[in-house]
Every structure is written in structure tokens, then in C-alpha cells.
């Protein structure tokens, strides 16, 4: 068999954050010029570059697109600004399947089994009462079907909880795993010490080179470093405080290794150690960044040490964050154990922009949506959705799914409200700890924001990974992707104690009146003699001292 050619491509982005905090985002790109769709699983036997564990999954279940992410924490977007990759707290998967699949859901079912022990994760709790088709929110990100969402799965597992287990298969996906590279820092107990965390995992084919078609391979780490927490202080940061290593050397099978450092804000309020005259501006975001760029595969980054440690001190204060054009948040409103209000709001910071969002809420069965008391306002007027998908849930089987198009008008604020009722579930169906709640997943709001700047649609130039994962085909405009937070709502409990009651009062009454009938069934009665008085006792004993007969 002949190897498939293919690249592999590694590089860290480290943006110091107005809040004071350190943003670091792992980029690892494997791409492979070959289709498992069309060639077969027994023809493609040699990998090479790509992990054999994920190319069958994709060869056996015909998948089309994968998206993968472990996340533990909350984005702040307010305080570090928009993230390059974003992912909701716990875990997020959403799947295409190519067009030939006949029972996607079977597909479906054993294809998040199959991940769940690739990633040691708890994705076979996945089934149909946490996954949704979402209509328009999800578009595939590479070559594929655009229009028929049959093909699509999307669920998320907000209360998983990401772990070393989760990240040690995450690293051995890696050509070089943890042994050299940038992977090296990737030090468990450094990286779970830390404001937030999040792996991913995203798959999709890409035109490679506008003339053959090739599977991407894209793996993301992005980490948030508190350094007052830690107790390291924020004036000054390096490779070494953070991870605990220093970078040695890069993988030996990568195509490019950088190091780029965010010196946007104004070089002047920090220093870098050491300094390297390469330079680098990217669009990002709709905002045009600049970068000092360290490249690995060069061999005067690491000195004469052999050992590189990026250094960063502070001259001064950072001024203040400008307001990300897009945020969202939601939470729960009412009182008691029966009906209650999700409240969805939406944020458009532009000052004289307006644009639409598409939001997409999926709501568990347990709580009924009463859908006629839907109520979408802007600046204290009602905000008429140009567009409504809304899929009701069937008890036990799927959830609820509500898909809007939204006109955002410039510098406003859009709330969105819709009340529910809480169901009473079985006793079996309650979780082992049923008084801390029961965890609803993250609305996803999705976006064309008007960029800053014009952005570059010409992908064929060199640029760096974290700019180029999300097509742009319009130069004023840029894709974002917004995720609220997971709400954790109260659901009517019975009393779980009161079996306990039960069986303890029924064992007792079961016991004493048993035990006593019992006795009188199985006990012997004997006459018994009185005994002799105490003086007759006393000299019984001195007799029997003396040799002398008893006293009868």
C-alpha cells in the first residue's frame, strides 16, 4: 500500500488579556489528501500522519463532519474578548453523515459509543432525549451538503466534567503525542489549574489547494491562566510558570512550529524576552492583530541552551477592553416548583450597525415550553423573528428545539422570554443527587458580525492557523458563534427519605411482633427452686470448709 501523502502544522497563540489574565490556544492541524468516503476502509490501511482510531470512525460511519469539544468553565466574553474557537461548557458534538447513511440514528447511537471510548468521556449518555436537528444554526464548515439537515446530530452534555483522562487520548491523536513539539507543555496539573480549559476536536474536508480534496484534521487546546489565583502575581509570566516546561524542540514531523505573541494593545506596556524581529499581522475577529511570531523549526529561537522560555514583563497598566460587538447571556426567572421563565438576552454593541443572529435553544421534555408566550423585545418594542423553527418535545423521547432569526438593531439589547412548566418525573428517572438540580445546555447564537476591517477571502496565502478555521466569504463581515451559560433548574423532588422511614418502621413493628411470637413458640418453661437463705448459704460454706456435712 502506498502511503497517502500528508502535513501536520503546530503553533500557540498567547494574548494577554485586559482582565490581567493569560489566554494560550493550541492549534494542531493534520491534513491527509485522501477520501474514506470514496476509496473504502480497506484501501486506506496506511495513515501515517492521520490517527488510525479516528479514520475508521470515519470510514465505518460515513461521517461527513465532526465536531468535538470537552470545555470546564465559562467563557467570560465580557472580560477576555472573543475566543478564536468557541465551545460550551461540559461537552458539544455535532456530526454530519454523508448522504448515503439510511438510519442516521443508528449511525448516531453507536458512533457517540464509539467515542466515548476514544475520549473516556461519558458521551453514551447521548441518546435521542438530548439530541436535537438543528435547521440552520449548524452549517458544514468544509466541502459537504449545505441544505438537508437530516443529515445532522447535535447534543451537548453540559455537566461533564473534563478531566486528565479526557486529555491523555486527546494527546496521543497527536503525531508526536506529549514527547516533543508544543504538546510537551500540555502538563496535566498546570493545565487544570486554570480560570478555564477546553479540547476540541474538529474533522471536516477541505479543497486542498482548489485541486483535490483532502480531510483536515484540526485539534484545539485553549486555556485561561489566573495568575492571582495562582498566586504568581500579573506583572510578569512566562512558558515556564505556566506549563512548568520550556520548549526544546519542535515535533519532527511538522511542517511549521510558531510561537505567536499578541502585541496588539501597544507594545509599550510590556516587554518580551526574548525579542525576535519577526513580525506578523493576521485578521482576526473582524480586528487586525499583530503578532511577534517565534518559529520552532529554526534553530537560533532556542539559543545556545537548547531551551526556550518566553518571558513577558510588564511596564505598565493595560487600559480598558472595547466591548465585543456580540454577547449573550440567560437565566431562569420565577418562583417555586411549577412554572418559571427562561429569559435569553442578546447583546449588539455595534454603535450604529444592525445585524440578524440566529438562535437556537434545545430545552430537555421535563420542562414544557408553553410556546404562545414567546415574547422577543428590542429597546422596549416588540422584535417580530423573520424566521421560527420551532419542534416540539415528546416525553421521554426528544427535547424541545427552537431555532430564530433575529434583527439586532445597532447598540441594543433584545430579550427574549418564553415560560415554562416543570413536569414530575418517575423516581427512576431522578439522578443520585436530585436537590443540587438538573443542568439545561447553553443557547447557541450564531452570527455575520460587521468587521472593523476588510477581511481577506483569499485562503491559498500563507496565514496562521487560528485565522483561518471558519470561511470568510465576505470581506465586511465575520462568522461568530456566541454560547450563554448552562442554567441549573429545580425540578419538583419527592421525598426520598420516606422508604427509608418505612422500611425502618416496618422492620421494627415486623421485628417485635415476630420476636415475641417467636418466643412463646420455641421457649421451654422449668420450675425453678427457690434459693436457700443467705445465712443457710454461709454456714453451708463453713461446713464445707470444716469437712462437716451440709445442712439439707
Given at each position: ?9 503546530e503553533e500557540l497563540v498567547i494574548r494577554p488579556l485586559h482582565s490581567g489574565d493569560i489566554y494560550a490556544s493550541f492549534q494542531f492541524r493534520t491534513l491527509w489528501d485522501t477520501d474514506f468516503l470514496q476509496e473504502g476502509q480497506k484501501k486506506v490501511s496506511h495513515y501515517r500522519l492521520f490517527p488510525k482510531s479516528l479514520g475508521q470512525v470515519l470510514s465505518k460511519f460515513s461521517v461527513q463532519e465532526l465536531h468535538i469539544s470537552f470545555t470546564q468553565g465559562f467563557w ?477
Amino acid at each position: 500500500c502506498q502511503p497517502h501523502p500528508g502535513s501536520f502544522q503546530e503553533e500557540l497563540v498567547i494574548r494577554p488579556l485586559h482582565s490581567g489574565d493569560i489566554y494560550a490556544s493550541f492549534q494542531f492541524r493534520t491534513l491527509w489528501d485522501t477520501d474514506f468516503l470514496q476509496e473504502g476502509q480497506k484501501k486506506v490501511s496506511h495513515y501515517r500522519l492521520f490517527p488510525k482510531s479516528l479514520g475508521q470512525v470515519l470510514s465505518k460511519f460515513s461521517v461527513q463532519e465532526l465536531h468535538i469539544s470537552f470545555t470546564q468553565g465559562f467563557w467570560r466574553t465580557m472580560q477576555w474578548g472573543q475566543p478564536f474557537i468557541p465551545s460550551p461548557p461540559g461537552a458539544e458534538l455535532w456530526v454530519w453523515f454523508h448522504d448515503t447513511v439510511s438510519d442516521v440514528d443508528g449511525n448516531w447511537k453507536e458512533l457517540t459509543n464509539v467515542l466515548s471510548g476514544i475520549f473516556c468521556a461519558s458521551l453514551n449518555f447521548i441518546d435521542m432525549t438530548n439530541t436535537v436537528q438543528p435547521s440552520a444554526s449548524f452549517k458544514p464548515l468544509g466541502l459537504g451538503n449545505a441544505t438537508d439537515h437530516r443529515f445532522l446530530r447535535y447534543a451537548t452534555l453540559p455537566r461533564e466534567i473534563v478531566c486528565t483522562e479526557n486529555l491523555t487520548p486527546w494527546k496521543k491523536l497527536l503525531p508526536c503525542g506529549s514527547k516533543a513539539g508544543l504538546a510537551v507543555l500540555m502538563k496535566s496539573e498546570k493545565l487544570f489549574h486554570s480560570s478555564f480549559h477546553s479540547q476540541a476536536v474538529h474533522i471536516r474536508p477541505i479543497c486542498q489547494q482548489c485541486t483535490s480534496k483532502a480531510w483536515e484534521l484540526r485539534q484545539t487546546l485553549n486555556v485561561v491562566f489566573d495568575h492571582y489565583t495562582s498566586g504568581q502575581g500579573k506583572k510578569e509570566w512566562s512558558l515556564f510558570k505556566m506549563f512548568s516546561r520550556t520548549l526544546t524542540e519542535a515535533c519532527p514531523l511538522a511542517s511549521s512550529s510558531k510561537v505567536y505573541v499578541d502585541i496588539t494593545d501597544n507594545p509599550e506596556l510590556f516587554e518580551l524576552s526574548p525579542a525576535t524581529p519577526l513580525l506578523s499581522q493576521a485578521v482576526v475577529l473582524g480586528d487586525r492583530r499583530t503578532y511577534s511570531v517565534y518559529d520552532l523549526t529554526r534553530a537560533e529561537t532556542f539559543g545556545q541552551l537548547r531551551s526556550f522560555n518566553l518571558l513577558l514583563r510588564w511596564k505598565g497598566d493595560s487600559g480598558d477592553m472595547l466591548r465585543p460587538l456580540l454577547h449573550a447571556e440567560r437565566y431562569v426567572a420565577g418562583f417555586g416548583l411549577q412554572t418559571g421563565e427562561i429569559h435569553t438576552v442578546i447583546y449588539n454593541n455595534h454603535p450604529y450597525r444592525a445585524f440578524p443572529v440566529l438562535l437556537m435553544d434545545s430545552v430537555p421534555w421535563y420542562l414544557q415550553l408553553y410556546i404562545h408566550t414567546l415574547t422577543v423585545t428590542s429597546k422596549s418594542r416588540d422584535n417580530k423573528p423573520s424566521y421560527i423553527h420551532y419542534q416540539p418535545a415528546k416525553d421521554r423521547h426528544r427535547p424541545h428545539l427552537l431555532e430564530m432569526l433575529i434583527q439586532l438593531p445597532p447598540h441594543s439589547m433584545t430579550e427574549v422570554t418564553v415560560q415554562f412548566e416543570r413536569a414530575l418525573l418517575k423516581w427512576t428517572e431522578y439522578t443520585p443527587d436530585p436537590n443540587h438540580g438538573f443542568y439545561v445546555g447553553s443557547s447557541v447564537v450564531s452570527a455575520l458580525v460587521p468587521s472593523m476591517v476588510a477581511m481577506s477571502t483569499n485562503f491559498t496565502q500563507d496565514q496562521p492557523l487560528f485565522s483561518s478555521f471558519v470561511p470568510v466569504k465576505e470581506e465586511s463581515s465575520y462568522f461568530v458563534r456566541v454560547y450563554t451559560e448552562p442554567l441549573l433548574v429545580n425540578l419538583p423532588t419527592p421525598d426520598f427519605s420516606m422508604p427509608y422511614n418505612v422500611i425502618c418502621l416496618t422492620c421494627t413493628v415486623v421485628a417485635v411482633g415476630y420476636g415475641s411470637f417467636y418466643n412463646l413458640l420455641t421457649r421451654t418453661f422449668q420450675v425453678d427452686e427457690p434459693s436457700p437463705p443467705l445465712a443457710k448459704r454461709l454456714a453451708n460454706f463453713i461446713r464445707r470448709i470444716r469437712g462437716v456435712p451440709l445442712l439439707a
